[in-house]
């Protein structure tokens, strides 16, 4: 019976208030929790974007490195001409102590070796579809 003399606007009013007020601060804080795991997956995504990125390089730099073949130039020479038909074309000075030579097969493929004063040549470059360009003393390219 106490009840019933209380207004029921008064009773409707204060409790959508404290409701109305503890779902703002629940989607602030669900908004806030969604901006930090926003920022956590974007944080992880560039981090493994990053580490991808070195271990690429680190790849690309082991493959060049294992690709680079040294040794005695009679020996070098002797496995161009052998396996791949390769002879020599061009050769000039790089220093001192290094030279460098052209090395092409009719086939099309060639190699480029740089040779030491102590007989140590290593393949810098190799590849496919050599073509021979005229020279023309004065021409311009």
């Not at 690309?60 to 020599?88: D, M, N, Y």
């Not at 470059?125 to 023309?136: H, L, Q």
Request: aromatic share 6%.
């Amino acid at each position: 019976a106490r009840n019933e003399h209380r207004p029921k606007a008064a009773n409707k009013k204060s409790a959508p208030t404290r409701n109305g007020h503890r779902k703002i601060v629940n989607n602030r804080l669900n908004q806030q929790n969604v901006r930090m795991e926003t920022v956590t997956v974007w944080r992880t995504f560039w981090r493994t974007i990053a580490t991808a990125a070195l271990l690429i390089g680190l790849l690309w730099i082991a493959r060049a490195e294992a690709q680079t073949q040294c040794g005695p130039h009679s020996r070098i020479v002797q496995v161009l001409a052998g396996k791949f038909g390769e002879a020599p074309k061009a050769i000039g000075t790089v220093s001192r102590d290094h030279v460098m030579e052209v090395y092409i097969s009719q086939a099309g493929s060639w190699t480029i070796l740089v040779t030491s004063a102590d007989g140590t040549s290593c393949i810098v470059a190799s590849g496919s579809d050599w073509e021979d360009v005229p020279f023309e003393p004065g021409a311009r390219s």
